[in-house]
């Protein structure tokens, strides 16, 4: 390297050294402007200057929490799906599920011997499943095409059973929760059986139960 390069790269050191102190002191950067405050300072009493720096606004130690905002309530939208065995609403509150509707269910039994209701039991049984009858006399009327053959459905009828299936029966009944005194809508005194056979023959109740005085009375 010759001398001539040996100057030009001392003297290219030595602007890009002095570059920036150079501009600032021709060109100086303009000032900030002062932040605007809303505090009077007084000329004659220090102590105001001084609460008034701890009260204002933008100098305070401790900020106040913002207020609560109360929103507005939302309105609720709901959505509506259907399908043939059931009716499902949705809602726009929480994004779930507001009301599941079943329209036929996995499996139905009939106690009450009344036609409408029988024939409402069955076509309210999903495909596949079953219907048990259990309710003595009256009748039912129904399409068989449309409410049995084409959904597969099994019509079950039972009248008595045998004593082990008996005890069995109240067993699962204790374990699954289940209450058929529930399905009870009169009860009578053993000397009032003419009446119990006459409301049951009419067809305008649940079921009728013939009690011993001791059972009535702790009803």
């Known amino acids: 390297m010759d001398r001539k390069s040996i100057i030009i790269l001392v003297v290219s050191a030595v602007l890009l050294a002095l570059w920036y102190p150079i501009t600032n002191r021709i060109f100086p950067p303009k000032p900030a402007p002062p932040a605007r405050t809303n505090n009077v300072v007084s000329t004659t009493n220090p102590a105001a200057n001084r609460d008034a720096r701890l009260t204002s606004p933008g100098t305070s130690s401790s900020a106040l929490p913002a207020p609560v905002t109360q929103l507005p309530p939302r309105e609720e ?3 509506t799906l259907e399908s043939a065995d059931a009716r499902y609403v949705f809602t726009s509150i ?5 009301q599941i509707e079943l329209k036929r269910f996995l499996a139905a039994v009939d106690c009450s011997a009344n036609d409408m209701a029988r024939a409402t039991t069955i076509r309210a049984t999903r495909k596949w499943r079953s219907i048990v009858m259990l309710g003595e006399g009256g009748r039912v009327e129904f399409n068989p095409s449309p409410d049995i053959i084409h959904d597969q459905k099994t019509i079950y009828g039972s009248w008595v059973t045998s004593t082990w299936l008996m005890e069995e029966l109240v067993e699962r009944l204790v374990r699954w929760n289940l209450h058929p005194e529930a399905l009870v809508t009169h009860r009578f005194e053993l000397d009032r059986v003419a009446d119990a056979y ?3 023959a009419a ?11 001791e059972e009535l009375q702790t009803r």
């Not at 067809?203 to 005085?213: I, L, Q």
């Open 203 to 213: 067809g305008e109740c649940g079921k009728v139960a013939v009690c011993f005085d």
């Open 198 to 200: 006459t409301l049951m």
């Open 94 to 98: 929480g994004g779930g599920f507001k």
């Open 77 to 79: 939208r709901t959505l």
